[in-house]
């Protein structure tokens, strides 16, 4: 199984021991208004089907979800992955962590390493994420592991009846140091 170990964190395929954590953490509101496609209320059992869906994917090599655990109690922090566009050698990067861990830099942490793994040992040319612009928490991890901006999608999603701006980042490999 792929592990990524940082100073503080270690990043391992999801699996399907960690949906019960998981649901219980996508049950705050406050996460899911902040992404960019998770539900509220989280529907029970949605995690078995979506832990499933992305071992698929990794098994397939188009994208890979790694849980966010801190190395030294092994809690289930929250998830960060890469779904790969093989055709353009690209992809998109995106990551979530219960509200408990907010603010203690873990995020950016996490993105680091996936970055590094992106560009180091998938050779992937390019790396791009979005988020909300009502969520600066989101796109300054992607400021702080050194991702571009790129624009905002003015009115870009609709999101619980209210369109929404949608701030992109990206970085390609020969900028990555």
């Not at 998770?38 to 029970?44: E, K, L, V």
């Not at 994420?129 to 400021?143: D, F, I, Q």
Request: net charge neutral.
């Amino acid at each position: 199984m792929k592990m990524i170990h940082t100073e503080r964190l270690t990043l391992r395929l999801l699996a399907p021991e960690d949906a019960e954590e998981m649901e219980r953490l996508l049950q705050d509101k406050e996460i899911a208004s902040t992404t960019l496609g998770i539900p509220y209320p989280y529907p029970r059992g949605a995690a078995v089907s979506f832990i499933q869906m992305r071992q698929d994917a990794a098994a397939n090599g188009n994208g890979y979800s790694f849980a966010i655990l801190d190395q030294a109690a092994g809690t289930f922090m929250g998830v960060i992955g890469l779904r790969i566009n093989k055709d353009h050698n690209h992809a998109e990067l995106g990551y979530w962590i219960g509200k408990p861990y907010w603010g203690h830099g873990y995020c950016t942490e996490a993105v680091k390493a996936v970055m590094d793994f992106a560009f180091r040992e998938l050779e992937l040319n390019r790396l791009y994420a979005a988020a909300l612009t009502r969520n600066p928490g989101s796109y300054k991890v992607m400021e702080k592991a050194g991702m571009k901006h790129e624009g905002v999608f003015r009115q870009h999603l609709l999101k619980w009846g209210i369109y929404e701006d949608v701030t992109h980042y990206g970085l390609l490999r020969s900028d990555y140091h």
